[in-house]
């Protein structure tokens, strides 16, 4: 299928991400969010990216504003169903993607792709609930996605070659890598990365060492470029809670449990950078821990 027209769902971290790269690489792209104010910023945020991106020289005056004028947005979700490819990028939640692959179906294409952005959940189980499970991938995007070169691509258990194919040059045509992950709970990246941090968070919950010393011991002592506990506020601890949890009840290993700080730290609102406090308090000048 010759894809050119991109459906975007959800305009924050990672949507506006996904549709700065499409916009860049040549696709026409619209945004749906629930909200204007979601979107204004969402397109905010593209502007300033790729006005870094000409001030480094990665990209041209002309490329930004020919990417930026590929970007349309719309608060009406089915708007999206004339699209050649959607991508999903909602919260996540289970039960808010469904429900948006469910309002999306009348209404598309009988040749759409379906996509989710999910980074833990069941692409299998995703794509029962939609007329099309054989058109319906994983394509997890890394954050920042302009930044970063990974594109996990997950089959469902019914998902056809012509779709995988598909994706696969799609995924080459933004000048990215794909990883192709099976579709197991959290699949590669998240799969080892987040009971990572949560293993760091369990050493701050225990006393092993502060928040400031375990950062430090890992960007210093492995290499890292970010400390886990600051990774995890970049994330956002409730993300993390949410793929903990999807691990710990799609494996069925008490190795995969959730710490309980990062429980409680949810429960307070404190998701990390977007609620301003987290393992660091991003409310003044500079982050400081808060532990």
């Not at 041209?60 to 169903?81: H, K, P, Q, V, Y």
């Not at 919950?205 to 375990?214: A, D, L, P, T």
Request: with cysteine.
């Amino acid at each position: 299928m010759d894809i050119k027209t991109v459906g975007i769902v959800g305009a924050g971290q990672m949507g506006n991400g996904i549709a700065h790269v499409f916009a860049l690489a040549g696709y026409d792209v619209l945004l749906n969010d629930i909200s204007q104010e979601a979107l204004d910023r969402g397109l905010a945020v593209m502007r300033k990216n790729m006005d870094r991106q000409v001030s480094r020289e990665k990209i041209s005056a002309e490329e930004r504003d020919a990417a930026l004028a590929r970007i349309s947005t719309t608060l009406t979700l089915t708007d999206l169903g004339s699209s050649d490819l959607i991508v999903e990028a909602a919260s996540e939640r289970e039960t808010i993607k469904t429900a948006i692959f469910e309002d999306l179906q009348p209404h598309l294409k009988s040749n759409t792709i379906l996509t989710s952005n999910t980074s833990s959940i069941s692409i299998t189980r995703l794509a029962s609930r939609t007329d099309r499970p054989e058109r319906f991938m994983g394509l997890h995007f890394m954050n920042p996605v302009p930044m970063m070169k990974l594109v996990e691509l997950i089959r469902g258990i019914a998902t056809d070659d012509d779709t995988y194919q598909s994706l696969l040059k799609v995924v080459a045509s933004l000048g990215k890598t794909a990883a192709i992950a099976e579709d197991f709970p959290a699949f590669i990246v998240n799969r080892v990365l987040l009971p990572m941090i949560n293993e760091a968070i369990y050493t701050l919950y225990e006393g092993v060492g502060n928040v400031q010393s375990i950062d430090t011991a890992l960007k210093l002592g492995a290499g890292h470029p970010m400390g886990p506990l600051e990774l995890a506020d970049f994330i956002g601890l409730d993300t993390c809670l949410a793929i903990m949890h999807v691990l710990h009840e799609g494996l069925a290993d008490t190795k995969y449990r959730p710490c309980p700080l990062l429980v409680k730290y949810v429960d307070a609102g404190w998701l990390g950078r977007k609620s301003g406090r987290g393992f660091y308090d991003y409310r003044g000048e500079t982050p400081v821990p808060t532990r």
